[in-house]
């Protein structure tokens, strides 16, 4: 991967893919679900007049599965286009948690901004958007894996705040897509975002440039402009990542000598992520 200045984040790629499949344009800037629809019947209505209502119905199921994608890319579009580019080790050691951690209400009262694309590798995904609705207090991922040369598949998880704080609460129903799913996958996905908006939340996350607002009061006027068409991208964790591949290095040039001498002094301990990582 090239220095972060050259370096084209994936979601442009995702925002080029899907341009021409939703009128993003005509959504309002703090979109809902319900906003999504209105859009979708608008256009039909003016597409086919009278049996706007009948193609409706008959494709409902495949419109249904759009409309949490279509909400996620436009708040993200509109809500300063935040990416949080992870350093591929810090990213394998996220996933690697305990499935358990969840957030704290503080935590998600005070995101950096309240729409955001996490990058990161993970089974065949490349990143997730991540929001939360306050005025409803719910929460969508849309997590995206690649299809072909330039398509994505899209998975929209949408369920109440609620049940991410405290103590993960994924017994009831999940609504992927606008579909009722509870497939292990879809739980499996949720614990593995979590991970990473717990980090992206504690107060010494290593965030460059710095744009979370986790140790104030989030400010009446956004830090972020929300209105921007450019990809904002912070990096995330590159100075441990840079630590963690020197130390690994250091440690297979000296496992030999190690082992013929039967332990070496003053060895460094391999640099980990705190507990305090994942605590407000």
Same mark, same amino acid.
């Given at each position: 991967?090239? &220095?972060?200045?050259?370096? &084209?984040?994936?979601?442009?790629? #995702?925002?080029?893919?899907?341009?021409?499949?939703?009128?993003?344009?005509?959504?309002?800037?703090?979109?809902?679900?319900?906003?999504?629809?209105?859009?979708? @019947?608008?256009? *039909?209505?003016?597409?086919?007049?009278?049996?706007?209502?009948?193609?409706?119905?008959?494709?409902?199921?495949?419109?249904?599965?759009?409309?949490?994608?279509?909400?996620?890319?436009?708040?993200?579009?509109?809500?300063?286009?935040?990416?949080?580019?992870?350093?591929?080790?810090? &990213?394998?050691?996220?996933?690697?948690?305990?499935?358990?951690?969840? *957030?704290?209400?503080?935590? !998600?009262?005070? !995101?950096? @901004?309240?729409?955001?694309?996490?990058?990161?590798?993970?089974?065949? =995904?490349?990143?997730?958007?991540?929001?939360?609705?306050? =005025?409803?207090?719910?929460?969508?991922?849309?997590?995206?894996?690649?299809?072909?040369?330039?398509?994505?598949?899209?998975?929209?998880?949408? !369920?109440?705040?609620?049940?991410?704080?405290?103590?993960?609460?994924?017994?009831?129903?999940?609504?992927?897509?606008?579909?009722?799913?509870?497939?292990?996958? $879809? @739980?499996? !996905?949720?614990?593995?975002?979590?991970?990473?908006?717990?980090? *992206?939340?504690?107060?010494?996350?290593?965030?460059?440039?710095?744009?979370?607002?986790?140790?104030?009061?989030?400010?009446?006027?956004?830090?972020?402009?929300?209105? =921007?068409?450019?990809?904002? #991208? =912070?990096?995330?964790?590159?100075?441990?990542?840079?630590?963690?591949?020197?130390?690994?290095?250091?440690?297979?040039?000296?496992?030999?000598? $190690? &082992?013929?001498?039967?332990?070496?002094?003053?060895?460094?301990?391999?640099?980990?992520?705190?507990?305090?990582?994942?605590?407000?």
């Amino acid at each position: 991967m090239g &220095s972060k200045q050259q370096y &084209s984040p994936v979601i442009n790629e #995702i925002l080029k893919a899907e341009r021409n499949k939703y009128p993003l344009s005509d959504l309002p800037y703090d979109c809902k679900v319900d906003d999504v629809i209105d859009v979708v @019947v608008r256009q *039909l209505k003016k597409d086919y007049g009278a049996e706007a209502q009948q193609v409706y119905y008959k494709n409902e199921e495949a419109i249904t599965l759009q409309i949490l994608p279509a909400t996620a890319l436009q708040r993200f579009t509109t809500h300063g286009r935040q990416t949080y580019l992870f350093d591929d080790d810090l &990213s394998t050691l996220l996933s690697e948690q305990s499935r358990e951690t969840a *957030l704290e209400r503080y935590a !998600l009262d005070h !995101l950096p @901004v309240d729409t955001f694309f996490v990058e990161r590798k993970w089974h065949d =995904s490349v990143g997730f958007i991540f929001t939360y609705i306050a =005025s409803s207090d719910f929460v969508l991922i849309t997590d995206f894996t690649r299809q072909g040369k330039s398509g994505f598949v899209k998975k929209s998880i949408y !369920l109440e705040a609620d049940r991410l704080i405290k103590t993960l609460d994924l017994s009831g129903e999940i609504y992927v897509n606008g579909i009722i799913d509870k497939k292990d996958d $879809v @739980v499996e !996905l949720i614990f593995n975002a979590m991970q990473y908006i717990i980090y *992206l939340t504690a107060i010494n996350a290593e965030i460059e440039p710095v744009t979370k607002q986790a140790i104030t009061k989030r400010p009446i006027a956004p830090a972020i402009n929300e209105y =921007s068409n450019k990809t904002q #991208i =912070s990096t995330v964790g590159y100075r441990f990542g840079n630590e963690y591949r020197r130390h690994k290095r250091r440690s297979a040039e000296q496992s030999s000598s $190690v &082992s013929h001498s039967g332990g070496g002094k003053g060895t460094k301990k391999t640099p980990h992520i705190r507990r305090s990582h994942f605590h407000s």
